[in-house]
């Protein structure tokens, strides 16, 4: 069945099952490969995506849940919460192999848009269904704080 969908704000019409994931449709269909498969069942977070600015994960959305609605990913994020929380991985070079990399700035923009001071716990909370096996943990929330303490400057 064909099945619009609406990715980094541009339509799409798919020919795909009602119950493919949407990662499947990002990765196979579109060829948007920076949404990584990790676990396939919402238990790393490696494949997150926004769903109208809220992280959601696209292992275990079927394409027919996201109809209508506008999902980024992270080949599309444009924030100031976005382009400060990348600038602030790069400056502190989060990344070890990178794979759940694009999950977890998912999860922190998505974080930082919605809180621009967040709290230890704040983090906690948002970040810890983000897998990373390369345990880049602490990095991480070193820079979700950097990235608010350059939000906050620029508010
Ligand atoms: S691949 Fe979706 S949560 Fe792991
Ligand atoms: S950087 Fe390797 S899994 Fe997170």
New binding site residues.
């Given amino acids: 069945m064909a099945v619009s969908v609406n990715i980094n704000g541009q339509d799409y019409n798919l020919d795909v099952p009602a119950d493919t994931p949407l990662l499947w449709a990002i990765r196979d269909n579109l060829q948007l490969t920076g949404t990584k498969f990790g676990c396939g069942l919402a238990q790393c977070g490696?494949c997150t995506v926004h769903m109208a600015g809220q992280p959601i994960r696209s292992c275990v959305t079927p394409i027919s849940a996201i109809v209508g609605q506008q999902i980024t990913t992270i080949e599309g994020i444009e924030s100031k919460a976005a382009d400060l929380i990348q600038a602030a991985w790069e400056k502190l070079e989060?990344?070890?192999?990178?794979?759940?990399?694009s999950g977890?700035i998912m999860a922190a923009s998505a974080l930082l848009a919605n809180n621009a001071s967040p709290s230890d716990a704040d983090i906690d909370a948002a970040m810890s269904g983000n897998?990373?096996?390369?345990?880049?943990y602490v990095r991480i929330r070193q820079a979700i704080k950097d990235a608010a303490t350059a939000l906050n400057e620029v508010a």
Avoid at 94 to 101: A, D
Wanted: glycine share 6%.
């Fill in positions: 490696a989060v990344p070890q192999c990178g794979y759940c990399q977890q897998i990373c096996r390369c345990a880049t």
